[in-house]
């Protein structure tokens, strides 16, 4: 009878450990998912921030375009020095390539933002796999 006594006193002792080590398991993975919910959040925001700046820029240059048209050519390009056609159709080449350029960086920022929204949400979801 005091063997059977002492071997469940052991057993409930073991069971209690387990317990303890599983509870601090899942405290550490709810831990994670919020260290890696916040993450998410943070650049998620820094993205809405940048892409309303860049929203504001773009209203901005088009608000300025409709207002003055030829203020914004000559500023940009300033076409009263323009001695030929030649001449013109370089400068368009030029504008045409800045605009080129801009887009692909514009195109590079999206997938940048696409990519990491998706390794932090495989990561979220990884966490909360390993939580279940």
């Known amino acids: 009878m005091s063997q059977d006594l002492t071997?469940?006193?052991t057993e409930v002792r073991t069971l209690q450990r387990q317990l303890a080590d599983t509870q601090k398991e899942r405290d550490q993975?709810?831990?994670s998912a919020a260290n890696?919910?916040?993450l998410y959040e943070t650049e998620a925001r820094q993205r809405r921030e940048e892409a309303a700046e860049f929203q504001n820029q773009i209203d901005a240059l088009?608000?300025?375009l409709d207002a003055d048209?030829?203020?914004v050519l000559e500023k940009?390009?300033?076409l009263s020095t323009v001695n030929s056609l030649q001449e013109l159709q370089q400068r368009l080449d030029g504008l045409v390539q800045q605009c080129q350029d801009l887009t692909q960086k514009l195109q590079a920022e999206q997938a940048a933002h696409a990519q990491t929204r998706q390794t932090l949400t495989a990561a979220l979801?990884?966490?909360f796999d390993a939580l279940k």
């Open 125 to 127: 979801g990884d966490t």
């Open 7 to 9: 071997q469940w006193i």
């Open 76 to 78: 940009d390009s300033d």
């Open 36 to 38: 890696w919910r916040r």
């Open 62 to 64: 088009q608000q300025r």
């Open 29 to 31: 993975a709810y831990n």
């Open 69 to 71: 048209p030829s203020t």
